[in-house]
């Protein structure tokens, strides 16, 4: 047999901003090939309808209510969770502005979330990965097609975009001999809550689906699936990349 299918009974998987957008699709993807997830948002009320997604499709879910950017409170909740095989380093954020007009606020804000914030989940991660290196580990880091490519107002969340693709290959080289496969997710324009408020501006979707050779954006599932892929044995032979779910954006 040549086909490995995606099975991910008996994994515990941690997904950052599960309660909303690519969080929420990733955590009930993952709960549906048989992963236990750990779905850490910052609102109650969020984590709560996601138990109830997650229960729909038979899966178990841990919850966990924490703002990634309080290093505090994020290290004292996860050193109570005993074992972490997956991570989906999800939480974060845009706030477009023209060049010179970027706030100070704004810029720090999305450095902190994006880019702080992803990189200390992913260290105490690891490190109790590393406590149990007898289970494989798996770390994907949501990017964005705007970790390859430059686009006009969205200068900041380049940067931190750009930053996550070079933490992913250098967290992918170093820990693939500690039996950590560490990787990153691209992807364009997805149906979310935050894209449809974007796409509401009609010069701005015909702008962006003009970039797209196929002419539409991602949807929840196309990007789920992928990081359901990513988590399992199946991508057994992929570290310190990173898959583009762009419609052909970035090939331009």
């Known amino acids: 047999m040549y086909l490995q299918k995606i099975n991910l009974k008996k994994k515990y998987a941690l997904v950052t901003g599960a309660g909303k957008g690519l969080g929420r699709a990733c955590s009930i993807a993952l709960a549906e090939a048989g992963a236990t997830i750990i779905g850490l948002s910052r609102t109650k009320s969020d984590l709560d309808k996601l138990e109830n997604d997650i229960k729909k499709v038979k899966g178990k879910i841990i919850k966990i209510q924490c703002d990634v950017m309080n290093y505090q409170d994020l290290k004292e909740k996860l050193n109570k969770i005993k074992i972490i095989d997956i991570l989906v380093n999800n939480a974060g954020t845009n706030i477009p502005e023209p060049f010179e007009k970027i706030k100070q606020s704004s810029m720090n ?91 509401k501006n009609n010069r701005f979707k015909k ?46």
């Open 207 to 252: 702008l962006v689906l003009g970039k797209i050779p196929m002419g539409k954006v991602a949807t929840e599932s196309d990007i789920a699936t992928t990081v359901c892929f990513l988590a399992s044995p199946a991508s057994s032979m992929i570290t310190g990349t990173s898959i583009i779910i762009d419609g052909g954006w970035t090939a331009q």
């Open 109 to 199: 804000y999305l450095v902190d979330l994006n880019l702080k914030a992803a990189f200390n989940v992913a260290q105490l991660v690891v490190q109790k990965m590393l406590k149990n290196k007898k289970r494989p580990g798996s770390i994907i880091n949501m990017s964005s097609q705007l970790g390859h490519v430059g686009m006009i107002g969205r200068n900041v969340y380049n940067m931190t975009k750009f930053g996550i693709e070079g933490l992913t290959k250098g967290m992918g080289v170093e820990l693939a001999k500690k039996n950590i496969r560490v990787n990153s997710v691209s992807p364009t324009f997805v149906e979310t809550p935050m894209v449809k408020r974007f796409f």
